[in-house]
Every structure is written in C-alpha cells, then in structure tokens.
C-alpha cells in the first residue's frame, strides 16, 4: 500500500511563496493522476491542482495563476508550488489520487499571515 508523506508548509506572509512535497513509500504513482487537496478550518476537503500521468495540469479558480503542480518520478515525489499567497490559502494541504485511492497521509499545514 502506497504511503504518502507531506512536507515543506508552514508561516507565510501574503504576498509569499511556499513548495509543498509529497514523497510516496511503498509503491510507484507515476501512472495515477495526482492531486494536490486542503481543507481550511471548518471547511471541507476540496482538489485545488491536480496531475496527469501526462503531467498536464489542472487547477481550481482559487489558485488558477499561483499554484504549479509537478512531479519528480525517481524522487518519488509530487510537489505543488504556491505563489502570491494570501490568507484563504491557510489550510492543511494533502496529497492523494483525485479519487483519494490511498491512505491520506497527516498533510501539512500552511498558514498565511498579514
């Protein structure tokens, strides 16, 4: 079972940039469509970006301009990078398939500060 570990959130300021990665163990996602999902407070879990095994792309209004999902196969990682950050940014930040196929992993929390 693919496990999926993310990384790399944390403080910023509106205006700012943040990479997020998703390295996956025990597996290989190189042919599912990838996602990048987060789910402010209160709110539920929504797709903001997500990957083809053709590596095109695809994003939600939100962040359409600000957000580039990739992946790096022989790192194993997924990344989705985020620019112009501003407040409604702020949420925890996960990887998955769009149809969620594994396990969700403990995400990583953004938080964007004025």
């Known amino acids: 079972q693919v496990q999926l570990v993310e990384s790399g959130g944390g403080l910023a300021q509106v205006g700012g940039s943040l990479r997020l990665s998703c390295e996956y163990f025990g597996g290989n996602v190189r042919f599912h469509h990838m996602a990048w999902f987060r789910q402010a407070p209160g709110k539920q879990r929504e797709l903001v970006a997500r990957l083809t095994p053709g590596d095109s792309t695809i994003y939600v209004e939100t962040v359409k301009g600000r957000v580039t999902i990739s992946r790096n196969n022989r790192k194993k990682t997924v990344y989705v990078e985020m620019n112009n950050l501003n407040p409604e940014d702020t949420a925890v930040y996960y990887c998955?398939?769009?149809?969620?196929?594994?396990?969700w992993g403990q995400g990583t929390q953004v938080t964007v500060s004025s």
């Open positions: 998955n398939t769009p149809n969620s196929v594994f396990q």
